[in-house]
């Protein structure tokens, strides 16, 4: 039986001091630093965006090939290259003012020092709503994902990073390429994270079998897009059920369906990745999709989809696939 | 700005042995593409190949400037499934994307720098576009076109019906000079001819000479670059090119964005 349709679906969203007034990001790495889309729609249509991972000094990135496409997907090893957060915040965050979204800078360090004077440089900045710590980059010799898959370390380098911007809202990033990722969760957590986001890619490789080397000349890379939403969701689950905290859910999201699973998994909110690869306006039609399944459906606020899977009845299960 | 939007497929004709000519409607693209631009092409509704695929604009056919005309070889599985696209269904068309090439300044007495163009596979695909702007400029260019061999070499009546001076070389010799393009290059840029402005598309083992031809020469050489490209809107940064850096090493430089067009010698391919 439905519900009567609601005239208007509220979308808004809160994860714990983030407020977003729908629950679509676009996701670091893959939306530059929001002006790249001025040309296909309007920033505001979304929750917000995550910029490119900044570091302390510009990065180059890696040498080619950086990306390949593999089946239902692709990986990518970029390696990082961003204009550093003095050219962020100099060029790029003054044409973000007043474009009523919420910016998220993604920072990401090679010493726990770096990540502080990252941090440390962009709390207080006008325009900026949140941090997203990069614990969890595959494509780098030292930092990112280093950081990412040691429990005690998260804990460290998040409670650094907290005191460094105490004004601003700290979103962790998680890496999937760990044992348990709930350990570093609630390791996050212990160090003060307000919100946790995952996953990041999975460590990925490709070879050309009749060169016989691989394809990325970092030789590895970060798998993203449709193929790691199994595996993604899986993880948000998992999480959400483990982790006292608000979830950014991502991987392989492309459609208003994709994101609203991730909802029902435990994710507050979700970011748009590789979709935006294939099409710039994915998190535009994702965020009005949302809109429109949740009037036909009756619900009336999209945030109450929020952790409502309906598991099976009996012995707990999910833990080991048999 | 680039626009997005479903194109419809007007025609679609195989014309030589795994090579088709697409016609898509697209008057927002056509309007604003210039020589050297390209869109991201989506190449069939599922998710498997996921990306879209980086085209060259071939032509702008007519007056109206409605329609884009792309022309592809099937290299892979992106290429397979776009040429299995029936005239009437409608693809995704993200352009136009890119730089493209620099132009003479339109004549006005004087003689403009004769114009060379230099193809090697599938990047005759460019060209039509490039010759219908050069001849508007008063530019007759001159085509030189390498291929493995004659099978290889498509799209011929597109530049002759143009009056172009078309060069052709194979690399078995099945059709024109045996060997690559740049045999057909280099007595040109040695001669004491005026300089010539080179623009060339194709492999990069043959840009690469190409270029190298052209600073030694110093001939004025335009190349337009391939890459993997996954999102032709300068995001991702995966398409880079290397160019020349400083003491720490190369800068790199995006293909879609910043190309894909570059100076000979800009770039080190």
């Known amino acids: 039986m439905s519900r009567p349709a609601p005239k208007n679906v509220d979308v808004a969203v809160r994860l714990g001091p983030l407020e977003l007034k729908n629950p679509v990001l676009a996701a670091s790495g893959t939306f530059g630093y929001g002006t790249e889309f001025d040309a296909y729609f309007d920033l505001a249509a979304l929750g917000g965006f995550v910029t490119k991972g900044l570091s302390l000094r510009p990065r180059r990135g890696n040498a080619a090939p950086r990306t390949c496409e593999t089946a239902c997907g692709m990986l990518n090893a970029i390696g990082l290259a961003n204009v550093g957060v003095e050219a962020f915040l100099d060029e790029k965050l003054p044409a973000l003012r007043g474009r009523d979204t919420k910016v998220i800078a993604n920072v990401f360090g090679e010493t726990q020092d770096e990540y502080v004077a990252v941090a440390r440089r962009l709390n207080g900045a006008a325009g900026l709503h949140a941090l997203e710590l990069n614990l969890s980059c595959p494509n780098t010799e030292r930092g990112g994902m280093a950081f990412g898959t040691s429990p005690a370390v998260i804990r460290d380098v998040v409670q650094a990073v907290r005191r460094a911007a105490p004004d601003l809202p700290l979103i962790v990033k998680l890496t999937p390429n760990i044992t348990d990722i709930a350990e570093a969760g609630r390791a996050a957590r212990d160090g003060g994270a307000d919100i946790l986001s995952l996953v990041n890619t999975f460590l990925g490789m490709a070879i050309d079998l009749d060169s016989r080397r691989p394809v990325l000349d970092n030789v590895v890379g970060g798998l993203s897009g449709p193929a790691i939403k199994p595996l993604a969701l899986y993880m948000v689950h998992r999480v959400f059920r483990e982790v006292d905290l608000p979830i950014i859910g991502m991987g392989g999201i492309a459609s208003a369906r994709d994101a609203l699973e991730f909802m029902v998994a435990g994710s507050s909110a979700v970011q748009i990745g590789t979709a935006n690869f294939v099409e710039p306006a994915a998190p535009l039609r994702v965020a009005q999709d949302i809109r429109d399944w949740c009037r036909k459906r009756g619900v009336a606020a999209v945030r109450d989809l929020v952790g409502t899977l309906r598991l099976p009845a009996g012995p707990e299960r999910g833990a080991v696939a048999g | ?269």
Do not use: W
């Not at chain 2, 300044?105 to 004769?114: C, F, I, L, S």
């Not at chain 2, 670059?225 to 996954?230: G, I, V």
């Open chain 2, 1 to 269: 700005m680039p626009v997005d939007l479903a194109a419809r497929i007007l025609a679609h004709d195989a014309i030589a042995p795994n090579h088709f000519l697409m016609t898509l409607e697209a008057p927002r693209i056509a309007r604003a593409a210039r020589p050297g631009q390209f869109v991201m092409l989506q190449v069939h509704e599922g998710r498997d190949p996921l990306l879209r695929r980086p085209m060259s604009v071939c032509r702008v056919p007519g007056g109206s400037r409605r329609r884009v005309a792309i022309l592809y070889k099937v290299v892979g599985e992106g290429t397979q499934r776009l040429s299995r696209q029936r005239v009437g269904g409608r693809l995704a068309t993200l352009g136009p994307l890119g730089n493209g090439f620099r132009l003479p300044a339109p004549r006005r007495g004087g003689t403009a720098a004769p114009a060379l163009l230099v193809a090697g596979g599938v990047g005759i695909a460019i060209f039509p576009f490039l010759v219908d702007a050069l001849r508007r400029r008063g530019v007759r260019p001159v085509l030189l076109y390498g291929a493995r061999s004659a099978r290889d070499l498509v799209a011929l009546q597109m530049f002759r019906s143009r009056g172009v001076v078309v060069r052709l070389a194979t690399e078995d010799g099945s059709r024109g000079t045996k060997g690559f393009v740049t045999a057909l290059l280099e007595p040109l840029l040695r001669g004491s001819g005026p300089r010539p402005e080179i623009y060339a598309c194709g492999p990069t083992p043959m840009l690469r000479a190409v270029g190298d031809l052209a600073l030694e020469t110093g001939a004025s050489c335009q190349l337009a670059l391939e890459s993997q490209m996954p999102c032709g809107i300068g995001v991702c940064l995966g398409c880079v090119v290397a160019c020349p850096g400083d003491a720490a090493g190369p800068i790199y430089r995006r293909v879609c964005t910043e190309g894909p067009v570059f100076a000979a010698g800009e770039v080190r391919l």
